[in-house]
């Protein structure tokens, strides 16, 4: 889902979040999870519109 779209002169920012959480944790297979913890990460993408695209993920751990 996108949270909040930003565009400038030269780059395109866009702050996503996942919708839902996975059912299971991707290491060990446990399938109820809590969070913890939330990190922003930073990720460059292909350009677009001639402009640099950067994707802000919002990732819960």
Known sequence: MILKQTIQ???ILL?????????R?????FSNLKRHDKRLRRVRDMNLFHKHL???IHVKR
């Open 9 to 11: 002169e030269k780059r």
């Open 15 to 23: 702050e996503v979040e996942t919708i839902e959480p996975p059912n």
């Open 25 to 29: 944790c991707i290491h060990c297979g």
């Open 54 to 56: 950067h994707l802000l």
